[in-house]
T-cell receptor, first 114, second 113 residues
Framework: DAGVIQSPRHEVTEMGQEVTLRCKPI?????LFWYRQTMMRGLELLIY????????DSGMPEDRFSAKMPNASFSTLKIQPSEPRDSAVYFC????????????FGSGTQLSVL | TQLLEQSPQFLSIQEGENLTVYCNSS?????LQWYRQEPGEGPVLLVT?????EVKKLKRLTFQFGDARKDSSLHITAAQPGDTGLYLC?????????????FGKGTLLTVNP
């Protein structure tokens, strides 16, 4: 299995632009998570999907952030408009069942908003 | 929100030394996980501890869950450069949503050859 695949690996954009991050979870995994990692705050859960349905989006910072999971093999995280404070590493992770079983993380997208 | 404090934040040692890193909270967790993250990659799960007082060994790594399930430690014997990385602990909420993991900020370990 190729593991969780994220794209792009790096994204540099200007403030105000739209950013779309992509994730392909491990086949057969029912749960998908988007996390953001910064030095100041560590890893923060943004949103959790189960069977393609958003279950908890309470970690999404504000309305500029949105996430979709149109099918079991694809998810997107969109930031529109982007701001410099959104600069971070964004991780997608998938799990066979509940999070306390095991999380498989992708390699992340390093986002820089100038 | 349940918080996990990890210490030390940074640790630099020589190859062959032993070390212990800690993960502490005032909250009770139903289980606790340890991950290692290498530069440019996502965290990779090392172990999950579930029972208070539980000890698990993974080669030179020994993980312990506190009796009250509020804290944990990771001990590495005879550290090697390949052990270099960010060690993260993550606790699963007790009695709450079974999908939420609270992550500590990690201990950045550097093992010098």
């Amino acid at each position: 299995d190729a593991g969780v695949i994220q794209s792009p690996r790096h994204e540099v954009t200007e403030m105000g632009q739209e950013v779309t991050l992509r994730c392909k979870p491990i086949s057969g995994h029912n749960s998908l998570f988007w996390y953001r990692q910064t030095m100041m705050r560590g890893l923060e859960l943004l949103i959790y999907f189960n069977n393609n349905v958003p279950i908890d989006d309470s970690g999404m910072p504000e309305d500029r952030f949105s996430a979709k999971m149109p099918n079991a093999s694809f998810s997107t995280l969109k930031i529109q408009p982007s701001e410099p404070r959104d600069s971070a590493v964004y991780f997608c992770a998938s799990s066979p069942w509940a999070a306390n079983e095991k999380l498989f993380f992708g390699s992340g997208t390093q986002l820089s908003v100038l | 929100t349940q918080l996990l404090e990890q210490s030390p934040q940074f640790l630099s040692i020589q190859e062959g030394e032993n070390l212990t890193v800690y993960c502490n909270s005032s909250s009770v967790f139903s289980s606790l996980q340890w991950y290692r993250q290498e530069p440019g990659e996502g965290p990779v799960l090392l172990v999950t501890v579930v029972t208070g007082g539980e000890v698990k060994k993974l080669k030179r790594l020994t993980f312990q869950f506190g009796d009250a399930r509020k804290d944990s430690s990771l001990h590495i014997t005879a550290a090697q450069p390949g052990d270099t990385g960010l060690y993260l602990c993550a606790g699963a909420e007790s009695g709450g949503s079974n999908y939420k993991l609270t992550f500590g900020k990690g201990t950045l370990l550097t093992v010098n050859p």
